[in-house]
C-alpha cells in the first residue's frame, strides 16, 4: 500500500494541468500594487488566492486587510497535533508591465513558447502561490490531513515595499506563530538546480533632482555661462562609483561583512564561470566584466552595488537646442550584509551635498530603506529542507546568495523568535523578474512541487528528532 507521500506524489502527477491552468487564470489578473494601477485587480486576485486554498482543502481561509491596504490572504490547517507548524509565504501582487511594446505576448495573458510560461507575475511570485496550493492539495486530497501544521499568508503589497507588513504582523502576531516559515519567492542559482537562498542584500532608493533655472533657455542664445544641470547630473553620478563599478562613497563598502571560509568554499562549488555569468545575463560581447568565476557570485551577493535606475531631462524626440531647467534621476544602492540602511543613506547623502557641482538647488529624496539579511544554514531544518529539494528536483541542492531584496524577512524572522526562514522558489537566471518577457520555466515549476511535497514529509518525520 502507498504512505501519504506516495500518494501525494501521485495526486500531483494526476493533477498537474488542473495546477497550471489555476496558475494561468492567477496570472492573468493583472494584479499591480503601485499607485496609479486598479487596486481592484489587487482585490480580485487575492479573492482568487483565498478560493484555491479552499479548494486545495484548508478548511479556515480569510482575506485580511488593514485600512488603504493591498489584502493579504491567511489560510491554516493544525491537526497535526506534536508536528511542528509550517509558516507558507508567497505574495499575490505583481511589477508593473514596464515597456509594453517589447513584450512578444500579451503581458497577462500566459503563453507558452517552448519549456517556459511567459507573463508578468507568473513566475514572481504567482508560481510561489501555486506551489502552496498544490503541495496542500496533494495532501489533502488523498490522506486528509498533512504531516505538519500549516499556515499560509500570501501577501498583496510585497513589490511596493511591504510597506505595512510591520503593522500587519504585529497585529497578527499569535496568528502567525510558527516553527519554521518557508518563503516561495526566490530563484535558483541555473534551470533545474534546487537553490535554498541564506543571504539578501538590503535596498535604498534616492530621487535626486538638480536645477539651475526656472525655465529651459536657448543653448546658443544662453549657453556658456549658465552651468547645464543635465551635465551637473552626469557629473554627480559618475562619481558615486570607481573605475570599477564600485561604489565609490566614503565608508559605505568598508560596512559589508565578507564571505566566510565557508562561503566562499560553497561558491566555488556552484562553478560560476565568465562565460556562464554572460550567457544567464545576456551581457554584450564586448562589455567588460568587474568580477571574474566565483568572485561574480561574491560581487553580487555579499557586496554593495549601485545602479542608475532611471534618468531624466527632457523627451526624446521633442526636445530641441536648449538648457533645460532641471535634472531627475533615480538611484539604488543595494546593501550587502553588515551594512545599515540608516547609517548608508546618512553617507549618501553627505557624499551627494558635497559633491553637488556649481551650486546647483539638489533635492533628494531617499525611500524606506531595508536593511540585508543572512542566515547560517546550521539549523536543522535546513538539512531537511536540502534533502526534500534534492529529492522534488533529482539533483543535489545547494546553498545560495541572492543579490535582490526581501525587506519583510528580517522583521518576519523578529517578531516570529528568529524562526528559520527556508527561502526557495522558481525563478531561474533566465525568468526575466521585474523586466519585459517575465517566465517561468514549467520543468522547475513541476519539480518546485514535488520537492514541497517531500518537505512536508520531511519536517514531519524529522523535525524532533533533528531539534532535540
Same mark, same amino acid.
Given at each position: 500500500m502507498m504512505n501519504a507521500l506516495e500518494k501525494a506524489l501521485?495526486?500531483? !502527477?494526476?493533477? %498537474?494541468?488542473?495546477?497550471?491552468? &489555476?496558475l494561468k487564470a492567477l496570472t492573468a489578473i493583472p494584479s499591480v500594487s503601485f499607485p496609479g494601477f486598479d487596486p481592484g485587480e489587487v482585490r480580485r486576485s487575492a479573492?482568487?488566492?483565498?478560493?484555491?486554498?479552499?479548494?486545495?482543502?484548508?478548511?479556515?481561509?480569510?482575506?485580511?486587510?488593514? $485600512?488603504?491596504?493591498?489584502?493579504?490572504?491567511?489560510?491554516?490547517w493544525l491537526g497535526a497535533p506534536g508536528a511542528p507548524t509550517v509558516l507558507l509565504y508567497a505574495h499575490h501582487d505583481?511589477? $508593473?508591465?514596464? =515597456?509594453? /511594446?517589447?513584450?512578444?505576448?500579451?503581458?497577462?495573458?500566459?503563453?507558452?513558447?517552448?519549456?517556459?510560461?511567459?507573463?508578468?507575475? @507568473? /513566475?514572481?511570485?504567482?508560481?510561489?502561490? +501555486? @506551489?502552496?496550493?498544490?503541495? +496542500?492539495a496533494a495532501y489533502l486530497k488523498t490522506s486528509g490531513a498533512l504531516p505538519v501544521n500549516i499556515k499560509v499568508l500570501i501577501e498583496g503589497e510585497e513589490e511596493i515595499g511591504s510597506l505595512h507588513l510591520a503593522s500587519f504582523l504585529q497585529k497578527h502576531r499569535d496568528?502567525?506563530?510558527?516553527?519554521?516559515m518557508v518563503l516561495t519567492d526566490c530563484s535558483n542559482y541555473d534551470t533545474g538546480i534546487p537553490s535554498l537562498t541564506t543571504s539578501l542584500r538590503g535596498l535604498i532608493s534616492f530621487d535626486i533632482t538638480l536645477s539651475?533655472?526656472?525655465?529651459?533657455?536657448?543653448?546658443?542664445?544662453?549657453?556658456?555661462?549658465?552651468?547645464?544641470p543635465v551635465t551637473a547630473l552626469c557629473k554627480l553620478l559618475g562619481g558615486l562609483t570607481d573605475d570599477q563599478g564600485r561604489v565609490a562613497i566614503p565608508g559605505i563598502r568598508e560596512m559589508a561583512k565578507p564571505p566566510t571560509v565557508q562561503e566562499m568554499d560553497d561558491y566555488r562549488k556552484l562553478g560560476m564561470t565568465d562565460a556562464l555569468f554572460r550567457r544567464q545575463s545576456g551581457l554584450l560581447p564586448e562589455a567588460s566584466l568587474f568580477a571574474r568565476d566565483e568572485g561574480l557570485l561574491v560581487?553580487?551577493? =555579499?557586496?554593495?552595488?549601485? &545602479? @542608475?535606475?532611471?534618468? !531624466? /531631462?527632457?523627451?526624446? *524626440? !521633442?526636445?530641441?537646442?536648449?538648457?533645460?531647467?532641471?535634472?531627475?534621476?533615480?538611484?539604488?544602492? =543595494?546593501?550587502? $550584509?553588515?551594512?545599515?540602511y540608516k547609517a548608508c543613506t546618512e553617507k549618501f547623502l553627505h557624499h551627494l551635498h558635497s559633491h553637488c557641482p556649481w551650486g546647483l538647488k539638489l533635492e533628494v529624496e531617499p525611500e524606506q530603506g531595508a536593511n540585508p539579511w543572512m542566515t547560517f544554514p546550521d539549523h536543522p531544518a535546513f538539512a531537511l529542507a536540502k534533502r526534500a529539494l534534492t529529492a522534488g528536483y533529482g539533483r543535489e541542492a545547494v546553498c545560495?546568495?541572492?543579490?535582490? %531584496? @526581501?525587506?519583510?524577512?528580517?522583521?518576519?524572522? !523578529?517578531?516570529?523568535?528568529?524562526?528559520?526562514?527556508?527561502?526557495?522558489?522558481?525563478?531561474?537566471?533566465?525568468?526575466? &523578474?521585474?523586466?519585459?518577457?517575465?517566465?517561468?520555466?514549467? *520543468?522547475?515549476?513541476?519539480? /518546485?512541487? =514535488?520537492?514541497?511535497?517531500?518537505?512536508?514529509?520531511?519536517l514531519g518525520r524529522g523535525w524532533t528528532q533533528a531539534t532535540r
Open positions: 501521485n495526486h500531483y !502527477q494526476d493533477h %498537474t494541468e488542473d495546477h497550471l491552468e &489555476a479573492e482568487l488566492t483565498a478560493d484555491l486554498l479552499k479548494k486545495a482543502g484548508l478548511p479556515s481561509v480569510e482575506i485580511l486587510s488593514l $485600512p488603504g491596504v493591498h489584502p493579504y490572504v491567511y489560510g491554516e505583481v511589477q $508593473p508591465p514596464m =515597456r509594453e /511594446a517589447l513584450w512578444k505576448s500579451p503581458v497577462f495573458t500566459p503563453t507558452l513558447r517552448g519549456e517556459r510560461l511567459f507573463a508578468r507575475g @507568473i /513566475a514572481d511570485d504567482k508560481a510561489g502561490v +501555486l @506551489i502552496h496550493v498544490a503541495s +496542500l496568528k502567525l506563530q510558527a516553527d519554521v539651475a533655472l526656472d525655465h529651459p533657455l536657448h543653448s546658443g542664445m544662453w549657453g556658456g555661462p549658465i552651468p547645464d560581487s553580487m551577493w =555579499r557586496e554593495p552595488s549601485l &545602479a @542608475i535606475n532611471s534618468i !531624466q /531631462a527632457g523627451l526624446k *524626440g !521633442q526636445t530641441g537646442n536648449v538648457v533645460l531647467e532641471s535634472a531627475w534621476a533615480r538611484v539604488g544602492l =543595494r546593501l550587502a $550584509p553588515g551594512m545599515e545560495i546568495g541572492c543579490g535582490g %531584496t @526581501i525587506p519583510f524577512v528580517e522583521s518576519f524572522t !523578529q517578531v516570529l523568535g528568529e524562526i528559520p526562514a527556508l527561502l526557495v522558489g522558481v525563478e531561474d537566471p533566465y525568468t526575466n &523578474a521585474h523586466s519585459e518577457n517575465e517566465s517561468l520555466h514549467l *520543468g522547475d515549476f513541476h519539480k /518546485a512541487v =514535488r520537492g514541497q511535497i517531500h518537505l512536508f514529509d520531511e
